[in-house]
């Protein structure tokens, strides 16, 4: 079967900077796929490139197997996009935005209406599609983009970082309506900074940094390339932090991390009696701790792990100048 | 979510929309915008009629025409003309503020023609502005404007306004989608249209400004247009004592404004339309 997005050595360079660096992804149908990474890492720029507003400087990106560059006419025919905003009209109601734009796909005033109706019933939005824009919380307003992008019925889903700046419950939300999608059969690309995000959601996670595909597989099989388990300890007392990072080092088959913000010292860990064997050496070194856990790695790790650098860090040192070069 | 399966719609093969239906539903859009937003409503009235009254009242006991004509009736043609820049300024705003919160990249990724929304753009701004410009023709009834003119040339006069708003509509939409956001875009709009309305002969006689200011002033497109409606509404180009014929400033008129169209219009659409 035709893989739903192929992009083989895509380069975009702006001015100086190289937001994609022969950037290869295949994305299969059948499930949603994330690209992960941290701000500037090129994200925004791909789902651009894949949705015909850019044009690459180098390399091919098929949609459907439609070539974007000689075609795109017909990718847009095939995609549905939601950007970093809620691109939806505050002074229109939430009907009105969502025939708008089944309209534009060239449904018939009828067939817009049937539309509009059918996506905001599924969105849980049908109370409120009478009700202006302007009086929707930030929620239901990015619902009702990812409904605006659903009208025309797409093959293909672009979701650049959809859940940026909602509440938790908002996010957990937005995340059902993405699953129901893909039960429907529509495929979705997702961009991300949240790790639980793509572990929540994608079948196929890529992780890029830098323009490049860095890490790419199911959720199950980065975390395998993060190697081991985790062997996690908070202690009672905020000065023991030090003790417990030496007496995890006698353990771990690699560095412990100290994570002051959660409070807490991890270390990576081969093989399965590490638990009992730290509950021993913390008890005869009389430190308590109020939690000690054995868990699998988390993409945080697996990010570490394959860049050697933490997502944080990257975040900071590459900053927002490629997203924000292009954004207006 | 809810929990009852909506029936599918049938399954269809996506053609876009065609050139009219994507241009409406764009122009439509702004123009519901406007008017569901009632700041927007009644600043361009209000501040239309603080402008009037301003020049009619504070200014005008100060101004002489220098021709037989009253301040009121040398006045509101040019105000008219003028309403132009300051009803429509918004527009620049509007399209930069589209621009940076993903409208426009949702329009763009939408399998219609592509200028089709800048084409909208313009036709709901220009309807808005001639609103303005109705309610600003009222106001001027009633501060004691009294043309002295027939219909033909009312008509022209009408065709005009209407042309040069559509054409400098292309000036402020350009203006929003080469601006960041919409703060510099008002900006820009603002550093460009004081001139062309103050230095120029729509508020005062040419006549009265300094000397290296008239060149300017006298064969910039907005004096032109407010002599052309100047003559057309009180009696013909002597009258308001002006040089040439009305027909040479309807002419000269039409000739800026088609340029300023052509020029603006691709600029915009190009802008709008391309795949960095």
Do not use: C
């Amino acid at each position: 079967m035709t893989p739903i997005i192929e992009a083989s050595s895509v380069v975009k360079r702006f001015g100086e900077v190289r937001a994609l660096d022969g950037l290869e992804l295949v994305a299969r149908s059948g499930h949603i796929t994330a690209l992960l990474g941290p701000n500037g890492a090129g994200k925004t720029t791909f789902v651009r490139t894949v949705a015909t507003l850019l044009q690459p400087d180098a390399g091919e990106i098929r949609v459907a197997g439609i070539d974007a560059r000689a075609q795109p006419d017909r990718v847009r025919r095939a995609i549905g996009l939601a950007g970093q905003f809620a691109s939806v009209e505050p002074a229109m109601t939430g009907l009105e935005n969502l025939r708008m734009v089944g309209r534009l796909f060239g449904l018939s005033r009828r067939e817009a209406r049937v539309a509009a109706t059918d996506v905001l019933d599924r969105l849980g939005l049908a109370h409120a599609g009478d009700r202006l824009l302007r009086t929707y919380s930030g929620g239901m307003r990015r619902r009702l983009d990812l409904g605006a992008s659903l009208v025309g019925r797409p093959r293909l889903l672009l979701l650049d970082e959809p859940t940026t700046g909602l509440d938790p419950r908002g996010r957990i939300d937005l995340w059902d309506a993405i699953r129901d999608l893909v039960a429907d059969g529509t495929d979705v690309l997702l961009t991300t900074q949240y790790l639980e995000e793509a572990d929540q959601l994608a079948g196929h996670v890529v992780i890029i940094d830098h323009g490049r595909v860095i890490a790419a597989g199911t959720p199950d099989e980065l975390k395998d390339r993060a190697g081991t388990n985790v062997l996690e300890v908070r202690p009672r007392r905020q000065g023991d932090l030090p003790a417990i990072e030496v007496a995890l080092a006698t353990i771990g088959t690699d560095a412990p991390q100290t994570d002051i913000g959660t409070q807490r010292v991890s270390v990576p860990v081969a093989g399965g009696d590490q638990l009992r064997d730290i509950v021993r050496l913390l008890d005869d070194r009389g430190i308590e701790a109020d939690d000690i856990g054995l868990r699998r790695p988390t993409l945080d790790e697996v990010f570490l792990a394959v860049t050697g650098k933490p997502l944080d860090a990257s975040d900071a040192d590459s900053g927002h100048r490629t997203e924000t070069t292009h954004a207006a | 979510m809810t929990t009852t399966t909506a029936p599918q719609a049938p399954v269809r093969r996506v053609v876009g929309a065609g050139y009219t239906t994507a241009a409406l539903q764009s122009a439509k859009r702004t123009v519901l915008q406007f008017f569901r937003t009632p700041q927007l409503l009644m600043l361009g009235t209000v501040q239309g009629a603080l402008f009037l009254f301003m020049f009619r009242y504070i200014f005008g006991g100060a101004i002489r025409p220098g021709s037989a004509v009253d301040y009121v009736d040398f006045l509101v043609p040019g105000f008219l003309v003028t309403g132009i820049l300051w009803l429509g300024m918004s527009a620049a705003s509007g399209v930069a503020d589209d621009a940076a919160t993903g409208v426009h990249d949702r329009l763009r990724s939408l399998p219609i023609p592509r200028s089709a929304p800048m084409i909208g753009r313009s036709l709901a701004d220009t309807a808005l502005t001639l609103w303005g410009l109705l309610i600003a023709t009222m106001l001027a009834f009633i501060v004691g404007f009294r043309p002295d003119t027939d219909i033909a040339a009312v008509a022209l006069a009408v065709g005009l306004l209407v042309f040069a708003t559509y054409s400098f509509m292309w000036v402020f939409i350009t203006i929003g989608v080469i601006s960041a956001n919409a703060q510099s875009a008002q900006g820009t709009a603002t550093l460009l249209i004081v001139p062309l309305a103050f230095v120029s002969a729509s508020y005062v006689p040419a006549d009265t400004l300094p000397g290296w200011m008239q060149p300017v002033a006298n064969n910039q497109p907005f004096t032109i247009a407010a002599n052309a409606v100047r003559s057309l509404l009180l009696g013909g180009a002597e009258d308001v004592g002006l040089e040439h014929s009305t027909g040479h400033w309807v002419a000269l008129s039409l000739i800026w404004f088609t340029a300023i169209l052509a020029v603006f219009a691709s600029i915009a659409v190009a802008r709008f339309a391309r795949r960095r």
